[in-house]
């Protein structure tokens, strides 16, 4: 259908010329009684929006006429004060200037203001034409229009007078991007079409996986975070161990692959909440590895355990292997493998370990140039036997550049010591820092000053699981032997590590690591000192999980007014994890 | 099905109950010593009707029709005799007494016939089925096969003769079920065979207890014990059996027995297994070059791997080879013993490994694990006080060495193909390399007693003492630092001993002995000595651990005889598993050791109604309806440990409830029809407090990785007018179809994930078979998986092999 212009081309030049003054001086979209239209120039009704993306803040703007269209100085308009023109706008293909057929598509995120996202949920978009007066209230220079989500949305009154729109109750309902499949005379709602929910890709919301009794990973996707309880009893199955994320770039999840095959996968979350394969990279060698980290869109870090003297480099989009980088030259105590990477800059610190049982008794970094592929030192700091905590993601560097070492110990071993060391913001190599979190908690509990996990903060803060208590065994124990620990012979040396992994001996504590002292976080329930535990941060408060034999729950921790309150229990198994598609890690 | 198969049985009980009959009972005894004779067959000739005396030679062969018979009594090491009988139609009980006299030779007294031991044995008040190989003995089969036609037995492998079996009964598996060779636990047996690679040429039969374990077979076993009876001759034999088939499939056996004089035999039972077992698989990821990208770094290209899945897929590293050979002496009826034998065995065996636990897109070509050991055992029995008074030992001596290598330079294709060299030795299938070796000492006696009271009491006790000493070597594996000095902490040995012992007493009451009581009492104790590593590590001296417990166990049975053919039974035991040294100890690559873990517990009920018929047409009919229950707390299962690793704990409860139903039909003395069906339901029931909160949702969901439905149907078809025409033919079939279920826990208001299912399967067999007129000679052909599914799976959805053809033959010398 095309709309009806009568006015003449002598008023339409008087009124752009009007329109284009108070355009500049003020634009109107917010005054719905601004009162004149005008008449438009009849090419510029077949310049028609033709994809409406909100997840990637994009959209497509098509010539369907037969003439071309300079279309710089439409307007996009999403309701009363939120406009903009689109010369203000990057192209990410084509130009405004668009030849018959042409094409170009917007990214409004390049926009300073006005329209620079588009709302997820519903919302409706005007395209107005200054051909003449800029007035969105007026039908007579709305091009083209589109609204989904829900009925109702701005300026589709408009839209439907001006018969841009159908109906001010349709509206495009399902997932984005919305793209028109009409002729220059189609409007409406079924003209547009939606993607399939198998064929989306969320990349917000959240991910909450728990270990079932047999060892098997339980997973649900849940759109915003949970409260009351978060219930995985209806979730998906993998097998065990086959989904313990690593990292999540760009809304993927990047762990080992979900059928034991020894490869990594990408999982995105579909439309229907599900986990989906997106890509698999297969190991040149067959050991199972664990160790992978996506620095951007094109360049990810991994370890094959088959290789042990190499870090591989690969693409995450292709997720293939494109390049090694040969760690040959770093010392290792005896056979080794990698732990895990800490970026900073262009550099990837890798921590090393031995490559099965036993530990070493130094700690060491070997350093790499990721991006010249180049080997480029290391750094040690001498632990005594230890194994470390690797939280999930990339938390052992602070905003600051400090990189932080939390160094579990060695129960089984001589060292019952867990303690924290430090690489300097602007050094490679680690100074004489040393901090012992659970001796800072409880000067007490000199028989067995373990961490649990640390997570590092912003500012020298860090929240960390800590024994704070002595099993009432164990002091029968140590008083059995007239208090002194070294009297214990190594039957109730064992007797005594034994109380303190079954006996709910662990607290979160917030650890100042600039004045080494720790504070026991109130309002948060004992649970086991070695317990598998989560801390995520989101929407500015820490998550930190809670399995004891009461609960599973998450709790939240605001380190600024530093209360703390339950989020929500999670019912189903114990809590592994808790992933955020939104932040890339 | 069930239906159907329910209709056919009461429409063929019906016309079997439309018959009259008359019974004929007695006594066998010795002629000179005027004892009873225990075992002694009777058999009618001309049917397949008859008996086998029991314990005070006494016996009953039911439903005879009016008319003239021929019956045959045998006896080992006595002369056969034959005795007319007529029966009239108004006689519907006779007693009649018979004596031998001891023979040279009795070679057709070793064919049970009628009442066979196996089916004395099915009518403890205990819950026991025994398959009598007799009928199977000239099908290519194995004592794995034999097991898995019995009620409640799920038997998964890992592929093809010789793999890796996990036994499941009652929806129990692993250390829960203890597997028996000649009574003796397997374990203290060398290491050289057990059940994937004994065919069934050389077993009598095969035992299976259910829950409830009676005192003179157990020790500490939860679900129950298998027990395979090895053929034992007291007369002259020489058989032997050839098989060879598909994948290059070869197993030979011999069975040899002299009498040199009434007091003395000798005996030989060896066989040779060979197998390939390179069979096809279809739908396997393989690792495949698919691609060569430029090195972002300007180093030349690197190789773009994937899986792709392919269904040519075939086993390169798979061959298994083993050799069993045992020599035994034999005395009896000596002063100073009833029986005396001595046995000398060597076994020996190599396996390749093609994968681990799962199938994954490169396969394992190099791993291989090896054992052999020499076993020494002697069996001794006695009677005293007018057979009142009867002793039995049963000792072994083995020393055996175990292999195992995975270490390898090379990955490989599942074509066998190279696709990567590497730097170092690596583990294909565990994490690291090994080329580990353990040298294993055991020694374990088993001393049985039995004082009979009177006919209709008897008390029993039992002794069984073991005791196991390993010691290894793994010239790659982990070494710990201790006093500056690198140690194999596999160096360290360990012994673990273990005494049960059991007094048990059997009651028979009522008229006719209609009431059979049990009742007994099971004293568990272990002990176990290590060196703590962890321990020697912190002190630089060497320390050592020893864990110790004791516990009791208790059970009961009842059965009551309403007829000679239809009787219930009640059983129940309260019964222990004790922990194992990797449960105790640790195994330095990861799992910690725990010695504070307790024995697993279960209390087991079981009930059964029990009937058979046989009628004047030789038709027969046999069925059992079981329902049991399984209630196991204190689990032990692996739990995650520390910072990593993970340690053995008893965290958890499950409850498995089932019922079983198994018909056998015999038309005639030349069909058969076998069906076994198991129903059953294996439960969370609760967790230990310290993982409480994890399961609790779980509480009342499927146990994962055990199948809830499945049955069984074993077919020989002999039909009388077949015989007439090819009287030496036998057909035979089988079925099993085991339902779908997940190996993967489910949730409580979710859905096992396709990939996590393993699949209805419905596995298919046929065979023919043929036997001389002399019975000298007999062979077969046998066809695995006719009908060549690749759906069928083994633990973990490892495929089972494609269609497969097997001949057999076997033939007696003497």
């Known amino acids: ?585 | 099905m069930n239906f159907n198969t329910a209709a056919l049985i009461a429409v063929l009980s019906f016309n079997c109950l439309l018959a009259g009959a008359a019974d004929i009972t007695g006594g066998v005894f010795d002629s000179t010593t005027k004892k009873p004779l225990p075992g002694a067959t009777l058999i009618i000739v001309g049917t397949n009707l008859g008996a086998v005396t029991d314990e005070n030679g006494r016996y009953a062969i039911q439903d005879i029709d009016p008319g003239v018979y021929v019956l045959e009594i045998s006896s080992l090491g006595f002369k056969r005799i034959t005795r007319e009988i007529r029966l009239e139609k108004k006689t519907s009980r006779i007693r009649i007494d018979f004596s031998l006299e001891e023979s040279v030779a009795e070679l057709d007294a070793i064919i049970v016939r009628g009442e066979s031991e196996a089916s004395v044995i099915e009518q403890e008040p205990i819950r026991v089925s025994a398959i009598d190989t007799k009928e199977l003995r000239i099908q290519s089969i194995g004592a794995a096969d034999v097991l898995k036609t019995t009620t409640g037995v799920v038997v998964r492998r890992s592929g093809g003769l010789g793999s890796t079996a996990d036994v499941q009964l009652n929806g129990l598996s692993g250390q829960a079920v203890r597997i028996f060779y000649d009574g003796m636990p397997l374990e203290f047996l060398g290491g050289g065979f057990d059940l994937t690679n004994l065919p069934v040429s050389v077993i009598e039969r095969v035992e299976v207890y259910k829950g409830v374990v009676p005192i003179n077979i157990g020790t500490d076993a939860l679900a129950g014990a298998i027990n395979i009876v090895p053929k034992s001759l007291y007369t002259d034999l020489v058989e032997a059996s050839y098989q060879f088939g598909s994948f290059n499939t070869h197993m030979a056996s011999i069975i040899a027995n002299k009498k040199i004089s009434d007091r003395f035999a000798v005996s030989l039972n060896a066989f040779h297994n060979f197998s390939d077992n390179d069979f096809q698989m279809e739908g396997i990821p393989n690792k495949t070059v698919v691609d060569s990208i430029p090195d972002r770094f300007g180093n030349g290209f690197q190789l773009v791997f994937e899986d792709v899945p392919i269904d040519n897929a075939r086993r390169f590293n798979n061959r298994h080879r083993s050799t069993f050979g045992e020599l035994g002496i034999h005395l009896r009826d000596m002063n100073w013993a009833d029986e005396l034998s001595l046995y000398t065995t060597y076994s020996t065996r190599f396996d390749e490994d093609q994968h681990g636990f799962r199938i994954d897109a490169v396969a394992v070509g190099d791993a291989n694990r090896s054992s052999n050991g020499f076993t020494h055992r002697l069996k001794y029995t006695k009677a005293l006080f007018n057979n009142k008074l009867r002793f039995k030992y049963h000792g072994v001596f083995a020393h055996g060495e175990q292999s195992a290598e995975d270490a390898s330079l090379f990955e490989y294709n599942w074509f066998g193909e190279v696709i990567n060299e590497l730097d170092e030795l690596a583990g294909e299938i565990s994490g690291s390399a090994t080329r580990i070796t353990v040298d294993r000492l055991s020694q374990a006696h088993r001393i049985n007693t039995t004082y009979e009271f009177s006919n209709n009491h008897a008390i029993k006790f039992s002794n069984f003492y073991s005791r196991l000493e390993i010691e290894g070597e793994d010239e790659l594996g982990l070494r710990v630092d201790i006093g500056g000095e690198l140690i194999d902490p596999n160096e360290f040995p360990s012994t673990l001993i273990t005494n049960i012992s059991g007094l048990e007493w059997n009651g028979k009451w009522l008229k006719n002995q209609k009431l059979n009581t049990i009742l007994f009492g099971k004293y568990y104790y272990y002990d176990a000595n290590a060196t703590d590593v962890q321990s020697t590590v912190r002190t630089d001296n060497l320390q050592l651990r020893t864990v110790n417990e004791e516990t009791l166990g208790y059970g009961a049975g009842i059965k009551y005889s309403f007829t000679d053919d239809l009787f219930i039974r009640a059983s129940f035991e309260s019964a222990y598993r004790l922990p194992t040294d990797l449960e105790l100890f640790g195994n330095f690559l990861g799992v910690f050791p725990n010695y504070e873990i307790r024995p697993e517990q279960s209390d087991n009920f079981n009930v059964g109604i029990n009937w058979k018929k046989r009628c004047k047409n030789n038709f027969f009919i046999k069925t059992s309806i079981n329902g049991f229950l399984i209630n196991t707390e204190d689990l032990i299962w692996a739990q995650p440990f520390g910072q990593e690793g993970s340690r053995f704990e008893n965290n958890r409860d499950t409850q498995t409830l089932g019922l079983e139903w198994s018909t056998e039909i015999r038309p005639d003395q030349y069909s058969r029809l076998v069906i076994n069906i198991t129903d059953q339901e294996r439960t969370y029931q609760g967790f230990e407090a310290s993982s409480q909160s994890q399961g609790a949702t779980f509480i009342g969901t499927a146990f994962p990785n055990t199948p809830f439905f499945f049955y069984n149907l074993q077919l020989a078809l002999g039909a009388k007018s077949l015989r007439q025409i090819y009287p030496n033919i036998q057909l035979y079939a089988s079925l099993f179809h085991t339902q779908e279920f997940s190996i993967t826990d489910i949730p409580a208001n979710g859905d096992p994930l396709p990939q996590n299912l393993i699949p209805t399967q419905d596995e298919v067999n046929v065979g023919l078979g043929y036997t001389t007129d002399n019975e000298k000679l007999s062979s077969s052909v046998q066809v695995n998986n006719v009908l060549n599914s690749f759906d069928l799976f083994d633990n973990f959805r490892i495929p089972k092999p494609n269609r497969n053809i097997q001949l057999k033959i076997t033939y007696k010398l003497l």
């Open chain 1, 1 to 585: 259908m095309q709309l009806q212009h009568p006015r003449s081309v002598s008023f339409r030049l008087l009124i752009s010329i009007l329109y284009s003054l108070s355009a500049t001086i003020f634009v109107s979209c917010g005054d719905d009684d601004d009162g004149t239209t005008m008449d438009l120039d009849p090419v510029e009704e077949f310049v028609r929006l033709t994809v409406v993306d909100p997840s990637e803040e994009s959209l497509s703007i098509q010539n369907l006429g037969t003439t071309e269209v300079d279309i710089t100085n439409f307007q996009l308009c999403l309701g009363p004060g939120q406009y903009n023109v689109l010369s203000n706008y990057t192209a990410i293909t084509g130009d405004l200037n668009l030849a018959v057929n042409e094409t170009v598509v917007i990214d409004l995120t390049s926009g300073s203001e006005g329209v620079t996202a588009l709302p997820d949920d519903s919302g409706g978009l005007g395209l107005f034409s200054i051909g003449g007066e800029f007035n969105s209230s007026d039908p007579e220079i709305i091009r083209d229009y589109v609204q989904w989500g829900s009925a109702d949305q701005n300026r589709v009154d408009q839209a439907v007078a001006a018969e841009r729109w159908d109906n001010a109750t349709s509206f495009i309902n399902g997932f984005a991007p919305y793209t028109f499949s009409g002729g220059s005379d189609d409007v409406g709602v079924s003209f547009w079409n939606t993607v399939d929910a198998e064929d989306v890709r969320l990349k917000s919301g959240f991910i909450i996986n728990v270990a079932t009794p047999n060892g098997d990973r339980l997973v649900k996707y849940f759109s915003t975070l949970p409260t009351g309880t978060a219930d995985l009893t209806d979730g998906e199955v993998f097998q065990e161990s086959f989904f313990d994320p690593e990292d999540i770039f760009n809304g993927e999840l990047y762990t080992s692959r979900v059928d034991g095959s020894g490869a990594f996968a990408k999982m995105g979350v579909n439309g229907n909440g599900e986990l989906v394969e997106d890509g698999v990279l297969t190991l040149p060698s067959n050991d199972n590895s664990f160790l992978i980290k996506v620095v951007d869109e094109t360049t990810g870090l991994l370890h094959d355990r088959g290789k042990p003297a190499e870090i591989s480099v690969f693409n995450p989009a292709t997720m293939q292997i494109d390049g090694t980088i040969d760690m040959s030259a770093g010392m290792v105590p005896s056979t080794h493998r990698y732990q895990t990477f800490v970026i900073s800059g262009d550099e990837v610190y890798a921590a090393v370990r031995p490559a099965q049982g036993g530990t070493f008794n130094t700690f060491i970094f070997h350093i790499a140039n990721f991006r010249t592929g180049q080997f480029v030192g290391q750094t040690e700091f001498p632990t005594g036997p230890t194994t470390f905590l690797t939280p999930f993601g990339q938390n052992w560097m602070d905003d600051a550049g400090n990189i932080w070492v939390p160094n579990g110990g060695a129960i089984f071993e001589t060292n019952f010591v867990s303690s924290i060391h430090r690489v300097p913001s602007g050094s490679s190599q680690f100074d004489d820092y040393s901090f012992v979190p659970a001796l800072a908690a409880n000067p007490l509990n000199q028989l067995f000053p373990q961490t649990g996990q640390v997570y590092f903060l912003s500012n020298n803060r860090a929240v960390a699981l800590v024994i704070t208590e002595v099993p009432d065994g164990v002091i029968d124990l140590l008083q059995s032997v007239g208090g002194n620990p070294a009297n214990l012979s190594q039957e109730q040396i064992d007797q005594a590590i034994n109380l303190f992994f079954i006996e709910e001996t662990g607290r979160w504590v917030e650890l100042d690591l600039e004045a080494q002292t720790a504070a026991v976080i109130t309002g948060l329930p004992l649970q086991g000192g070695f317990a598998q535990t989560f801390v995520a941060e989101i929407n500015g408060l820490i998550y930190l999980s809670i399995t004891s034999t009461t609960e599973d729950a998450f709790y939240t921790y605001d380190i600024n007014t530093k209360q703390a309150q339950k989020a929500f229990d999670v019912e189903g198994g114990s809590i592994i994890g808790l992933y955020d598609l939104s932040q890339n890690n």
